[in-house]
Protein backbone atom coordinates (compact mmCIF):
# COMPACT_ATOMS: atom_id res chain seq x y z
CA UNK A 1 0.00 0.00 0.00
CA UNK A 2 1.75 3.04 -0.73
CA UNK A 3 2.03 5.72 1.59
CA UNK A 4 -0.74 7.90 2.99
CA UNK A 5 -0.46 11.75 3.52
CA UNK A 6 -2.53 14.20 5.28
CA UNK A 7 -2.16 16.78 2.18
CA UNK A 8 -0.24 16.42 -1.23
CA UNK A 9 1.04 19.80 -2.46
CA UNK A 10 1.36 20.14 -5.85
CA UNK A 11 3.84 22.74 -7.09
CA UNK A 12 6.69 24.57 -4.96
CA UNK A 13 6.48 27.98 -6.49
CA UNK A 14 4.64 30.86 -3.27
CA UNK A 15 1.17 29.35 -3.61
CA UNK A 16 2.75 25.94 -2.92
CA UNK A 17 5.19 26.46 -0.49
CA UNK A 18 3.02 29.14 1.39
CA UNK A 19 0.11 26.31 1.51
CA UNK A 20 2.92 23.51 2.50
CA UNK A 21 4.45 25.83 5.43
CA UNK A 22 1.29 26.73 6.41
CA UNK A 23 0.42 22.77 7.02
CA UNK A 24 3.61 21.39 8.28
CA UNK A 25 3.80 24.20 10.92
CA UNK A 26 0.45 23.12 11.89
CA UNK A 27 1.96 19.71 12.23
CA UNK A 28 0.24 17.70 9.14
CA UNK A 29 2.24 15.15 7.16
CA UNK A 30 2.62 17.31 4.04
CA UNK A 31 4.18 15.90 0.57
CA UNK A 32 4.82 18.70 -2.02
CA UNK A 33 5.91 17.88 -5.42
CA UNK A 34 8.25 19.72 -8.01
CA UNK A 35 8.41 19.27 -11.32
CA UNK A 36 11.81 21.19 -11.55
CA UNK A 37 15.13 20.23 -10.73
CA UNK A 38 14.61 22.31 -7.51
CA UNK A 39 12.04 25.22 -6.65
CA UNK A 40 12.26 28.17 -8.82
CA UNK A 41 14.76 26.72 -11.90
CA UNK A 42 11.26 26.84 -14.41
CA UNK A 43 9.55 30.16 -12.80
CA UNK A 44 9.59 33.33 -14.02
CA UNK A 45 8.97 36.84 -12.52
CA UNK A 46 9.25 39.89 -12.84
CA UNK A 47 9.35 40.52 -9.93
CA UNK A 48 8.27 42.61 -7.12
CA UNK A 49 7.28 40.21 -4.49
CA UNK A 50 4.86 41.59 -1.65
CA UNK A 51 6.06 42.00 2.05
CA UNK A 52 2.60 41.80 4.01
CA UNK A 53 1.17 38.29 2.68
CA UNK A 54 4.44 37.04 3.08
CA UNK A 55 4.84 38.36 6.83
CA UNK A 56 1.68 37.07 6.97
CA UNK A 57 2.96 33.48 6.90
CA UNK A 58 6.69 33.96 8.17
CA UNK A 59 6.56 36.74 10.14
CA UNK A 60 10.39 36.87 10.59
CA UNK A 61 11.01 36.39 7.06
CA UNK A 62 13.83 38.90 6.83
CA UNK A 63 15.78 37.60 10.03
CA UNK A 64 15.50 34.25 8.55
CA UNK A 65 17.53 35.10 5.45
CA UNK A 66 14.55 35.35 2.65
CA UNK A 67 16.86 36.23 -0.51
CA UNK A 68 15.45 39.70 -1.52
CA UNK A 69 16.94 42.04 -4.28
CA UNK A 70 16.17 45.48 -3.44
CA UNK A 71 13.56 47.23 -1.24
CA UNK A 72 11.36 49.27 -3.68
CA UNK A 73 11.05 53.00 -2.48
CA UNK A 74 10.22 54.17 -6.04
CA UNK A 75 7.40 52.91 -8.23
CA UNK A 76 7.27 54.57 -11.75
CA UNK A 77 4.69 54.78 -14.10
CA UNK A 78 5.72 55.49 -17.99
CA UNK A 79 3.22 56.29 -20.82
CA UNK A 80 5.43 55.93 -23.31
CA UNK A 81 5.29 56.99 -27.22
CA UNK A 82 7.52 57.00 -29.65
CA UNK A 83 9.71 59.90 -28.83
CA UNK A 84 8.91 60.90 -25.83
CA UNK A 85 7.08 59.33 -22.02
CA UNK A 86 4.78 61.01 -19.79
CA UNK A 87 5.27 59.87 -16.00
CA UNK A 88 3.93 59.47 -12.77
CA UNK A 89 5.63 58.08 -9.46
CA UNK A 90 6.17 57.85 -5.88
CA UNK A 91 9.28 57.10 -4.26
CA UNK A 92 9.24 57.24 -0.77
CA UNK A 93 12.38 56.69 2.00
CA UNK A 94 9.59 55.00 4.42
CA UNK A 95 9.66 52.22 2.25
CA UNK A 96 13.62 51.80 2.47
CA UNK A 97 12.97 50.74 6.43
CA UNK A 98 12.58 47.24 7.46
CA UNK A 99 10.08 46.11 7.83
CA UNK A 100 9.69 47.68 4.10
CA UNK A 101 6.70 47.64 1.78
CA UNK A 102 7.64 45.34 -1.34
CA UNK A 103 11.14 43.96 -2.62
CA UNK A 104 12.28 42.99 -5.88
CA UNK A 105 13.01 39.15 -5.87
CA UNK A 106 14.75 36.34 -8.29
CA UNK A 107 12.61 33.35 -8.19
CA UNK A 108 15.31 30.73 -8.47
CA UNK A 109 16.75 32.06 -5.25
CA UNK A 110 13.38 33.02 -3.55
CA UNK A 111 11.42 29.89 -4.32
CA UNK A 112 14.26 27.76 -3.39
CA UNK A 113 14.55 29.80 0.19
CA UNK A 114 11.05 29.45 0.41
CA UNK A 115 10.26 25.90 -0.13
CA UNK A 116 13.26 25.16 2.17
CA UNK A 117 11.45 27.11 4.97
CA UNK A 118 8.99 24.27 4.83
CA UNK A 119 10.74 21.50 4.45
CA UNK A 120 12.28 22.92 7.73
CA UNK A 121 8.73 23.03 9.38
CA UNK A 122 8.22 19.57 8.67
CA UNK A 123 6.97 18.92 4.80
CA UNK A 124 8.68 16.42 2.70
CA UNK A 125 9.63 18.05 -0.96
CA UNK A 126 10.28 16.05 -3.87
CA UNK A 127 12.11 17.63 -6.84
CA UNK A 128 12.18 16.59 -10.35
CA UNK A 129 8.57 14.62 -10.35
CA UNK A 130 5.74 15.54 -12.37
CA UNK A 131 2.14 14.64 -11.21
CA UNK A 132 0.13 13.91 -14.07
CA UNK A 133 -2.96 13.22 -12.86
CA UNK A 134 -5.37 13.36 -9.51
CA UNK A 135 -6.72 9.87 -8.48
CA UNK A 136 -10.39 10.38 -8.21
CA UNK A 137 -12.80 7.77 -6.88
CA UNK A 138 -16.52 7.74 -6.60
CA UNK A 139 -16.29 11.55 -7.21
CA UNK A 140 -13.29 11.95 -4.55
CA UNK A 141 -9.56 13.45 -5.07
CA UNK A 142 -7.79 10.72 -2.62
CA UNK A 143 -4.10 11.36 -4.39
CA UNK A 144 -1.90 11.62 -7.02
CA UNK A 145 -0.06 9.50 -9.57
CA UNK A 146 3.55 11.28 -10.64
CA UNK A 147 5.74 10.38 -13.48
CA UNK A 148 8.11 7.90 -10.90
CA UNK A 149 7.88 3.98 -11.29
CA UNK A 150 5.64 3.27 -8.17
CA UNK A 151 4.49 6.93 -8.39
CA UNK A 152 0.92 6.80 -7.09
CA UNK A 153 0.54 8.95 -3.24
CA UNK A 154 -2.38 9.41 -1.33
CA UNK A 155 -4.02 11.96 1.13
CA UNK A 156 -6.99 13.11 2.17
CA UNK A 157 -6.88 16.61 0.80
CA UNK A 158 -4.62 17.71 -2.45
CA UNK A 159 -3.99 21.23 -3.68
CA UNK A 160 -3.01 22.42 -6.70
CA UNK A 161 -0.47 24.80 -6.62
CA UNK A 162 1.19 23.84 -10.44
CA UNK A 163 0.58 27.37 -12.28
CA UNK A 164 -1.24 28.67 -14.86
CA UNK A 165 -2.13 26.08 -16.88
CA UNK A 166 -3.17 23.76 -14.15
CA UNK A 167 -3.46 20.31 -16.36
CA UNK A 168 -4.51 18.77 -13.22
CA UNK A 169 -7.60 21.88 -12.56
CA UNK A 170 -8.21 20.86 -16.74
CA UNK A 171 -8.66 17.07 -16.16
CA UNK A 172 -10.68 17.20 -13.01
CA UNK A 173 -13.09 19.52 -14.98
CA UNK A 174 -12.42 22.64 -12.94
CA UNK A 175 -11.73 24.63 -15.96
CA UNK A 176 -11.34 24.28 -19.89
CA UNK A 177 -8.51 24.95 -22.41
CA UNK A 178 -7.72 29.05 -21.66
CA UNK A 179 -8.39 31.23 -24.11
CA UNK A 180 -6.01 33.25 -25.96
CA UNK A 181 -7.96 36.42 -24.41
CA UNK A 182 -7.30 35.10 -21.26
CA UNK A 183 -3.54 34.81 -21.00
CA UNK A 184 -0.65 36.93 -21.50
CA UNK A 185 2.34 35.61 -22.86
CA UNK A 186 5.41 37.53 -21.25
CA UNK A 187 9.00 37.03 -22.23
CA UNK A 188 11.78 38.95 -20.16
CA UNK A 189 15.26 39.52 -20.12
CA UNK A 190 17.86 39.64 -16.60
CA UNK A 191 20.62 41.90 -17.54
CA UNK A 192 23.14 41.79 -15.56
CA UNK A 193 24.74 45.43 -14.07
CA UNK A 194 27.19 46.57 -11.29
CA UNK A 195 25.16 47.87 -8.62
CA UNK A 196 26.73 51.48 -8.74
CA UNK A 197 25.47 52.16 -12.54
CA UNK A 198 22.07 50.97 -11.01
CA UNK A 199 21.91 53.12 -8.29
CA UNK A 200 23.07 56.36 -10.82
CA UNK A 201 20.95 55.73 -13.38
CA UNK A 202 17.94 55.02 -11.02
CA UNK A 203 19.07 57.78 -8.58
CA UNK A 204 19.01 54.96 -5.60
CA UNK A 205 21.30 54.68 -2.75
CA UNK A 206 22.73 50.92 -2.17
CA UNK A 207 19.90 49.54 -0.48
CA UNK A 208 17.06 50.47 -2.09
CA UNK A 209 15.18 49.33 -5.45
CA UNK A 210 12.78 51.03 -8.27
CA UNK A 211 10.23 49.63 -10.21
CA UNK A 212 9.19 51.44 -13.95
CA UNK A 213 5.60 49.72 -15.22
CA UNK A 214 5.35 50.91 -18.97
CA UNK A 215 2.41 51.35 -21.07
CA UNK A 216 1.57 52.09 -24.35
CA UNK A 217 4.60 52.16 -27.58
CA UNK A 218 6.12 49.19 -25.74
CA UNK A 219 3.51 47.14 -26.46
CA UNK A 220 2.97 48.39 -30.10
CA UNK A 221 -0.77 49.77 -28.55
CA UNK A 222 -1.89 46.22 -27.04
CA UNK A 223 -3.43 46.01 -23.84
CA UNK A 224 -0.03 45.07 -21.88
CA UNK A 225 2.33 46.14 -20.28
CA UNK A 226 6.13 46.36 -20.26
CA UNK A 227 8.60 46.41 -16.66
CA UNK A 228 12.05 47.73 -15.06
CA UNK A 229 12.99 46.51 -12.10
CA UNK A 230 16.55 46.95 -10.29
CA UNK A 231 17.66 44.04 -8.68
CA UNK A 232 21.04 43.47 -6.70
CA UNK A 233 23.27 43.48 -9.77
CA UNK A 234 20.70 43.04 -12.35
CA UNK A 235 18.09 44.68 -14.05
CA UNK A 236 15.04 42.44 -15.23
CA UNK A 237 13.02 43.91 -18.30
CA UNK A 238 10.04 42.28 -19.74
CA UNK A 239 7.20 42.69 -21.62
CA UNK A 240 4.05 41.31 -21.63
CA UNK A 241 0.90 41.36 -23.77
CA UNK A 242 -2.66 39.12 -24.35
CA UNK A 243 -1.65 35.69 -26.40
CA UNK A 244 -5.30 36.95 -28.79
CA UNK A 245 -3.89 40.33 -29.48
CA UNK A 246 0.13 39.03 -30.26
CA UNK A 247 -2.17 36.30 -32.84
CA UNK A 248 -4.21 38.47 -34.26
CA UNK A 249 -1.24 41.30 -34.68
CA UNK A 250 0.92 38.58 -35.75
CA UNK A 251 3.43 40.27 -33.34
CA UNK A 252 6.70 37.81 -31.76
CA UNK A 253 7.02 38.42 -27.92
CA UNK A 254 10.99 38.74 -28.09
CA UNK A 255 10.50 41.47 -31.02
CA UNK A 256 8.32 43.53 -28.72
CA UNK A 257 11.19 43.22 -25.89
CA UNK A 258 14.42 43.95 -28.29
CA UNK A 259 11.90 47.20 -29.66
CA UNK A 260 11.48 48.14 -25.79
CA UNK A 261 15.22 47.50 -25.21
CA UNK A 262 15.84 50.08 -27.86
CA UNK A 263 13.43 52.72 -27.10
CA UNK A 264 15.42 55.77 -26.58
CA UNK A 265 14.06 56.65 -23.13
CA UNK A 266 15.05 52.61 -21.86
CA UNK A 267 18.17 52.32 -23.84
CA UNK A 268 20.65 54.07 -21.83
CA UNK A 269 19.52 52.24 -18.24
CA UNK A 270 20.84 49.49 -19.62
CA UNK A 271 23.59 50.45 -21.96
CA UNK A 272 26.53 47.86 -21.35
CA UNK A 273 24.58 45.45 -19.44
CA UNK A 274 25.75 41.77 -19.35
CA UNK A 275 22.03 39.30 -20.59
CA UNK A 276 22.02 36.78 -18.14
CA UNK A 277 19.00 35.01 -18.69
CA UNK A 278 15.96 34.88 -21.08
CA UNK A 279 12.63 33.48 -20.00
CA UNK A 280 8.85 33.35 -21.38
CA UNK A 281 5.98 32.44 -19.79
CA UNK A 282 1.95 33.04 -19.28
CA UNK A 283 0.27 35.32 -16.71
CA UNK A 284 -3.50 34.45 -16.37
CA UNK A 285 -5.30 37.40 -17.05
CA UNK A 286 -8.88 36.48 -17.74
CA UNK A 287 -9.46 37.40 -13.56
CA UNK A 288 -12.50 37.21 -11.79
CA UNK A 289 -14.59 36.01 -14.68
CA UNK A 290 -11.90 33.38 -15.45
CA UNK A 291 -11.57 31.61 -11.96
CA UNK A 292 -12.36 28.20 -12.34
CA UNK A 293 -14.56 26.31 -9.85
CA UNK A 294 -11.97 25.99 -7.07
CA UNK A 295 -12.69 22.93 -4.88
CA UNK A 296 -13.82 19.33 -5.07
CA UNK A 297 -14.27 16.61 -2.69
CA UNK A 298 -10.94 16.64 -1.11
CA UNK A 299 -9.36 19.07 -3.56
CA UNK A 300 -8.36 22.66 -4.03
CA UNK A 301 -7.23 25.12 -6.16
CA UNK A 302 -4.55 28.00 -5.65
CA UNK A 303 -2.65 30.80 -7.09
CA UNK A 304 -2.13 30.90 -10.62
CA UNK A 305 -3.81 27.40 -11.13
CA UNK A 306 -6.65 29.48 -10.06
CA UNK A 307 -6.34 32.19 -12.40
CA UNK A 308 -5.65 34.34 -9.31
CA UNK A 309 -3.71 37.52 -10.84
CA UNK A 310 -4.65 40.93 -10.53
CA UNK A 311 -2.91 42.31 -14.10
CA UNK A 312 -3.84 45.55 -13.50
CA UNK A 313 -1.54 46.32 -10.30
CA UNK A 314 0.74 43.66 -11.26
CA UNK A 315 -0.36 41.06 -8.62
CA UNK A 316 -0.25 37.61 -8.98
CA UNK A 317 2.66 36.37 -6.14
CA UNK A 318 0.90 37.78 -3.05
CA UNK A 319 -2.11 36.22 -4.44
CA UNK A 320 -0.76 33.10 -4.68
CA UNK A 321 0.78 33.17 -1.15
CA UNK A 322 -2.71 34.15 0.61
CA UNK A 323 -4.40 31.83 -1.17
CA UNK A 324 -2.08 28.84 -0.62
CA UNK A 325 -2.44 30.00 3.00
CA UNK A 326 -6.36 29.98 2.70
CA UNK A 327 -6.18 27.10 1.47
CA UNK A 328 -3.62 25.61 4.04
CA UNK A 329 -5.97 27.27 7.55
CA UNK A 330 -9.33 24.98 5.35
CA UNK A 331 -7.12 22.21 5.29
CA UNK A 332 -5.82 22.31 8.62
CA UNK A 333 -10.18 22.22 9.78
CA UNK A 334 -11.31 19.86 7.70
CA UNK A 335 -8.61 17.60 9.41
CA UNK A 336 -9.33 18.25 12.86
CA UNK A 337 -13.00 17.27 12.19
CA UNK A 338 -12.02 14.48 9.87
CA UNK A 339 -14.26 15.72 7.11
CA UNK A 340 -13.17 16.55 3.61
CA UNK A 341 -15.99 16.94 1.45
CA UNK A 342 -16.40 20.13 -0.92
CA UNK A 343 -18.75 21.29 1.18
CA UNK A 344 -16.21 21.61 4.16
CA UNK A 345 -13.33 22.82 1.82
CA UNK A 346 -15.73 25.46 0.34
CA UNK A 347 -14.76 27.22 3.51
CA UNK A 348 -11.44 27.73 1.39
CA UNK A 349 -13.40 29.80 -1.53
CA UNK A 350 -15.63 31.74 0.61
CA UNK A 351 -13.10 32.92 2.74
CA UNK A 352 -10.96 33.55 -0.62
CA UNK A 353 -13.93 35.72 -2.35
CA UNK A 354 -14.21 37.41 1.34
CA UNK A 355 -10.36 38.93 0.79
CA UNK A 356 -8.44 41.20 -0.89
CA UNK A 357 -8.51 38.78 -3.31
CA UNK A 358 -11.59 38.29 -4.14
CA UNK A 359 -12.48 41.85 -3.79
CA UNK A 360 -10.01 43.14 -5.97
CA UNK A 361 -10.64 40.87 -8.97
CA UNK A 362 -14.72 41.45 -8.12
CA UNK A 363 -13.36 45.40 -8.32
CA UNK A 364 -11.85 45.01 -11.80
CA UNK A 365 -13.93 42.12 -13.45
CA UNK A 366 -14.35 44.28 -16.48
CA UNK A 367 -10.90 45.91 -16.66
CA UNK A 368 -8.92 43.73 -18.95
CA UNK A 369 -11.85 42.74 -21.59
CA UNK A 370 -12.91 46.44 -22.11
CA UNK A 371 -9.35 47.74 -22.57
CA UNK A 372 -8.66 44.89 -24.79
CA UNK A 373 -12.02 45.56 -26.67
CA UNK A 374 -11.00 49.42 -27.10
CA UNK A 375 -7.71 49.61 -28.36
CA UNK A 376 -7.80 53.40 -27.82
CA UNK A 377 -6.81 53.79 -25.01
CA UNK A 378 -3.56 52.23 -25.97
CA UNK A 379 -3.42 53.70 -29.16
CA UNK A 380 -4.84 57.17 -28.78
CA UNK A 381 -4.83 58.17 -25.48
CA UNK A 382 -1.27 57.78 -24.74
CA UNK A 383 -0.12 59.64 -27.39
CA UNK A 384 -2.53 62.30 -26.98
CA UNK A 385 -1.41 63.01 -23.46
CA UNK A 386 2.50 62.87 -24.63
CA UNK A 387 1.37 65.42 -27.09
CA UNK A 388 -0.68 67.30 -24.50
CA UNK A 389 2.08 67.51 -22.21
CA UNK A 390 4.70 68.34 -24.49
CA UNK A 391 2.71 71.42 -25.84
CA UNK A 392 2.32 72.56 -22.51
CA UNK A 393 5.56 72.31 -21.12
CA UNK A 394 7.10 74.11 -24.92
CA UNK A 395 7.45 77.47 -24.06
CA UNK A 396 7.03 79.04 -27.66
CA UNK A 397 5.77 82.21 -27.12
CA UNK A 398 2.09 81.29 -26.82
CA UNK A 399 -0.24 82.18 -23.91
CA UNK A 400 -1.27 79.56 -21.60
CA UNK A 401 -4.71 80.19 -22.58
CA UNK A 402 -3.97 79.44 -26.57
CA UNK A 403 -1.88 75.96 -24.90
CA UNK A 404 -5.28 75.02 -23.25
CA UNK A 405 -7.01 75.96 -26.39
CA UNK A 406 -4.54 74.12 -28.31
CA UNK A 407 -5.34 70.71 -25.99
CA UNK A 408 -8.86 71.09 -26.34
CA UNK A 409 -8.24 70.70 -29.90
CA UNK A 410 -6.82 67.56 -29.54
CA UNK A 411 -9.65 66.64 -27.84
CA UNK A 412 -11.90 67.92 -30.18
CA UNK A 413 -10.08 66.32 -32.79
CA UNK A 414 -10.41 62.64 -31.94
CA UNK A 415 -14.44 64.09 -30.97
CA UNK A 416 -15.40 65.77 -27.94
CA UNK A 417 -18.19 63.02 -27.84
CA UNK A 418 -16.26 59.97 -28.38
CA UNK A 419 -13.41 61.20 -25.61
CA UNK A 420 -16.25 61.59 -22.76
CA UNK A 421 -18.03 58.40 -23.28
CA UNK A 422 -14.56 56.87 -23.26
CA UNK A 423 -13.11 58.37 -20.15
CA UNK A 424 -16.54 57.43 -18.77
CA UNK A 425 -16.46 53.87 -19.54
CA UNK A 426 -13.13 53.46 -18.27
CA UNK A 427 -13.68 55.30 -15.10
CA UNK A 428 -16.81 52.59 -15.01
CA UNK A 429 -14.89 49.59 -14.84
CA UNK A 430 -12.16 51.02 -12.95
CA UNK A 431 -14.17 52.47 -9.95
P1 LIG B 1 4.01 29.22 -10.18
O1 LIG B 1 4.92 30.25 -9.66
O2 LIG B 1 3.84 29.10 -11.66
O3 LIG B 1 4.44 27.82 -9.58
C1 LIG B 1 3.90 26.61 -10.02
C2 LIG B 1 4.88 25.52 -9.69
O4 LIG B 1 4.30 24.26 -9.98
C3 LIG B 1 6.15 25.60 -10.52
O5 LIG B 1 7.26 25.49 -9.65
C4 LIG B 1 6.05 24.43 -11.48
O6 LIG B 1 7.30 23.92 -11.86
C5 LIG B 1 5.24 23.45 -10.65
N1 LIG B 1 4.46 22.47 -11.43
C6 LIG B 1 3.61 22.73 -12.45
N2 LIG B 1 3.01 21.61 -12.87
C7 LIG B 1 3.48 20.61 -12.08
C8 LIG B 1 3.23 19.22 -12.04
N3 LIG B 1 2.35 18.65 -12.85
N4 LIG B 1 3.93 18.48 -11.15
C9 LIG B 1 4.80 19.05 -10.29
N5 LIG B 1 5.08 20.37 -10.29
C10 LIG B 1 4.41 21.15 -11.17
N6 LIG B 1 3.65 38.61 -9.82
C11 LIG B 1 3.94 39.51 -8.89
O7 LIG B 1 3.39 39.44 -7.77
N7 LIG B 1 4.85 40.52 -9.12
C12 LIG B 1 5.51 40.62 -10.31
O8 LIG B 1 6.34 41.50 -10.48
C13 LIG B 1 5.22 39.67 -11.31
N8 LIG B 1 5.86 39.74 -12.50
C14 LIG B 1 5.69 38.74 -13.40
C15 LIG B 1 6.44 38.77 -14.57
C16 LIG B 1 6.34 37.75 -15.48
C17 LIG B 1 7.17 37.79 -16.72
C18 LIG B 1 5.46 36.66 -15.23
C19 LIG B 1 5.34 35.52 -16.19
C20 LIG B 1 4.66 36.64 -14.07
C21 LIG B 1 4.77 37.68 -13.16
N9 LIG B 1 4.03 37.69 -11.97
C22 LIG B 1 4.27 38.65 -11.03
C23 LIG B 1 3.02 36.65 -11.67
C24 LIG B 1 3.58 35.63 -10.68
O9 LIG B 1 4.78 35.10 -11.21
C25 LIG B 1 2.59 34.48 -10.46
O10 LIG B 1 1.32 35.01 -10.14
C26 LIG B 1 3.06 33.57 -9.33
O11 LIG B 1 4.29 33.00 -9.66
C27 LIG B 1 2.04 32.46 -9.09
O12 LIG B 1 2.56 31.53 -8.17
P2 LIG B 1 2.07 30.02 -8.20
O13 LIG B 1 2.79 29.35 -7.08
O14 LIG B 1 0.59 29.97 -8.23
O15 LIG B 1 2.54 29.44 -9.61
Not at 38 to 44: F, Q, T
Not at 172 to 195: C, T, W, Y
Not at 301 to 310: H, K
Not at 418 to 428: E, F, G, P, Q, S
Amino acid sequence: MAEKFDVIVVGAGPAGSSAAYTLAKAGLNVIMFERGEYPGAKNVMGGVMYRHQLQEIIPDFIEQGAPFERPIVEQRFWMLDEQSVFQAGYKGLEWAEAPYNNFTVLRAKFDQWFAGKAVEQGALLINETVVTEAIVEDGKVIGVRTDRPDGDVYADIVILADGVNSLLAKQLGFHKELRPDEVALAVMQVINLPSEKIEERFNLEPNQGATIEIFGDSTKGLLGTSFIYTNKESISIGVGTLLSGLMKHQLRPYELLETLKQHPMVRKLIEGGEPKEYLAHLIPEGGYHSIPKLVGHGVMVVGDAAQLVNGIHREGSNLAMASGRLAAETAILAKQVGDYSENMLDTYRMKLMKSFIGQDLKKYKDAAHTLDRHPQYFKEFIPMINRAASEIFTVDGASKWEKQKRILGMVQERGTVNTIRDLYRVWKVMK
